[in-house]
């Protein structure tokens, strides 16, 4: 790292720590843990039925996609491999997975959930986000979903009790809501919101939006004057370069990828819940993808822009994961139809990579400059 | 044809060129394409160097069957551009089908005056021509390296010297590869209309679905989530709806079953080619030929009419040499090898048959297009089911199984995996295969990624098929 933590990270690392041995408690009370890692999945669903639901974004790293490159082949994406070599080690919270939420995006997430049983002996429960947008698309989500159900209390899962369901979405379209205000403010410094995200992704909702607040109270600052956006593949808790920079740089950043803003509940269209029914929470979760996957992906152009001129911001990061195609592909026409200058960095984990991502970003913020 | 003496051999494209004159006429006169556009049709029957000087330089390296029908084969098959281009000019519709692999062309043929290709078939054009400039333009869009050579369709798109430009673009998403599913959405960024539709994931059973209902495809076996299935036609009905408005025709029951029972046709005889040429031993029939025919099978060439008459050309020649005990290759017991996706580099499958050994059945990704197709019910239904049997949406150990399946049924001894550097499924299936393949058959396996190397072979990959089929001979002995 760059800068040592701040305080603010600090408090949300003790609390991710908090969280996980309440993790180990739930679990040593027979509860489930269910992985998942695509924010398309409605985690409330998973709280509907008794389950403590996990979004699984961190721990990457080269030794575990070393891991990973010895159970399939290198030419994948670095986080589907990271994943694939925590799973199969078992370190940290991947231990703490009883059953993953095996949700079919992308075509190299769609593999590794069907090989992860044979690969590595985990459970999945399978289960597939369509690409196209359209609502016979969302309607089939939502019976997926409901199968899924099915699939999770054969396995052990409660029945599904849809006040609980209710309850843990209300909570977490709160704290969501939080976040997503001081994202667009730029209020938190970008290395702080990054680690609130991820306390976001593994921690229980009901009592997130109070701590938010807490923290916030004594550290809201003035918004930079300078802000970037960042947008491409999920960034995982270590996969701090590009925010370490731009904030070093002096910039504030917007994060419009799907490990931050897009993650949390949509205000436009409104995105709280109302009943708790497993169809609308999928709905609700089907509609809040803005991903170079979605077919067409026009409402992802459309997100980015949209927020990139409510914002002023001066530049936009595209940082995609190697060999993810999805994204990469894209680049040409993130060029064509940004009106502010684009930087797309294709990203591992790999030693080395640090250094040339922090060259290219600096390059960047002096052509800002 | 009784008439032509030559014997069954495999020869050189020149060898080919100064046997044309030898060509009866009568035979020449049957092949034609477009009969129901230009009246008595265009001819079509030209040599491969005649092709090869048309830009697919690869022909040069291969080595062909000789026999009349297989020129006519690979004559149909490079003349797939001239009927693109002919009926556009008459005003005819053509239509792209995109990643679904053997469905939607079910569907379009069902409409008159209409022809269908896959954009997809482009991911052999650079290696046939044997230069990059397709993939130099897909990359001034976005598409690079990192992808598979589907992105050559993305270049050809803003060519449009292998095809006209489409009137629709119907585009399969959803449990498809990376590599196309980004190539489509360029093109589409293109100003071409797309039409797009999901196709389904099919996970396989796990142990905690008891209480989900799986249903099974009629004639793949494939057990798919009940789901799927209504969902699928929906989707499909989507396809139909897309092509109605396109073609201002809308299409019947009758019509789309007429569609279905010309494309069974096709299917039924791909299947017995397949099964009289992979049983064979020696084949009659070289690798090289069956890749092609088996490819008629999802894209028609452009025109499922002509196609018939090539495939009953073709198992008639091969019914003929089984009788007869006669084969093109030159080695009378040669080992046999099962081949898993389409190699990009096709003197590959030459270079097999110069070692001594022969393909004894494949799994290029499109298996599910031999099934038969359910007659008398909805067609609609029917096609969905087909579908559900698609390896690229199931999972890699399906396919492992498929191939497991394949290589018992011919007798194979081995199997050769042929990768793509970058393809989104490659590394997955690899894995599956190799070890599905070892637990059930107890055979080698070899993979390898095909780099591209225009104008000659790879030669690690040479090396490494010279040593598998050195290693089988071996394992005989």
Redesign the interface.
Known sequence: MLEPMSSLQENCLRAMKAEFRAVDDFRNSKGKVLGYLCQGFPAAVAAGLGMWPVRVLQETSTDLEDHGGMLVRPDICPLVKSFLGGVSTGSGIYGAIDVWAGLATCDQTRRCFAELGSLTGAHVLQIQLPSTRSDSSERYYGTMMERFCSEAMSYGAGDYDRDRALSYARDRYSAGVLLARVSMTGSVKPMDLHWMYHLYHVARPAPLEDFFSSLLSERISEAPSRRIALAGSPLSLEDTTVIEVLQKGGFGVLPLHCAALQSVPSTDPPGEPVSGGVRELAGLAFRSVRCARSRPNDDMFGYISELIDHTGCEGLVVKTMRFCDLWFTERERFREKMNIPVLVLDTAFSSGERERQMARLEAFMETLA | MSSWSYPPARITAGEWDALMKEIPAGFEEKCRFLRQVVPGGVSYLHSPRHYSCRGDRLLERLKFDSSLEALRLWAFLFSEKDRLFTAKERGWKIVAAMKDLGQVPILTYAYPETLTFYADELWWAPCFAEETRLLDEAA?????E??CFVRAALGAMVTLDYFPPPDLCI?G???????F??????I??LGYP?L???M??R??P?D?????EYNRTPYGGSLY?A?ALP?LE??LH?VIAGMDELTGVAATPAMLGESLNLFNGIRRRISELRDLVYSGRPPPLPGLEMFLAEFIAIHTCAEPEESIYVLDGLIELVRGRLERGESPLENPDPVRVFWVTPPTDASLITLLEDLGGCIAGTEYLISHAFLPLSTGGDPVRAVAENCLDDCMTG???FRARRVVEGARRYGAEGVIISGI??A?????????IR?IVREELGIPVISFDVPYSPGRQNEQVVNRIEGFVELLRALRS
């Open positions: 001034r869009l976005g598409a690079g990192e992808l585009a998403v959803g449990a498809c590869c990376d590599d599913s980004a190539v489509m959405q360029l589409e960024g797309v797009w539709w999901e389904p994931a996970p396989d796990s905690t679905e008891g209480a989900v989530r789901e969902f929906e989707q989507s999972t890699p150990a550097f970058g989104s499924h490659c590394p997955w299936d690899e894995g599956a070890r």
